[in-house]
């Protein structure tokens, strides 16, 4: 069955960076756009980022942009989410989800998600 698995998160300063990954599995993975999206503490999900199937367009919401890269790895079947100059407002658990096609668009599966706190 599909399965995506987060991992990467932790506690890191402000100004500091973590990369997350996102193991799949259980679908052809070089066919499906992915994506992270992030829940802080007592508020609703916010979409982060997207990747095309074959990393040839990627997106970001305006308050990442410049900090963090989207990026995949299609023959580990890995995406990544590298995150630098974090700040306090990034804390949040991240998940990585499946789009139903090689484009961006609505997610059909989820992993558990990571947390990230940043925090001095």
């Known amino acids: 069955q599909v399965q995506v698995v987060e991992s990467g998160g932790g506690l890191v300063q402000p100004g500091g960076s973590l990369r997350l990954s996102c193991a799949a599995s259980?679908?052809?993975?070089?066919?499906?756009?992915m994506s992270w999206v992030r829940q802080a503490p007592g508020k609703g999900l916010e979409w982060v980022s997207d990747i095309h199937d074959d990393s040839s367009s990627t997106y970001y919401t305006d308050s990442v942009k410049g900090r963090f890269t989207i990026s995949r790895d299609n023959a580990k079947n890995t995406v990544y989410l590298q995150m630098n100059s974090l700040k306090a407002e990034d804390t949040a658990a991240y998940y990585c989800?499946?789009?139903?096609?090689?484009?961006?668009?609505?997610?059909?599966?989820w992993g558990q998600g990571t947390q990230v706190t940043v925090s001095s």
């Open positions: 259980g679908f052809t993975f070089s066919s499906f756009a």
């Open positions: 989800a499946k789009a139903r096609g090689s484009s961006p668009g609505v997610f059909d599966y």
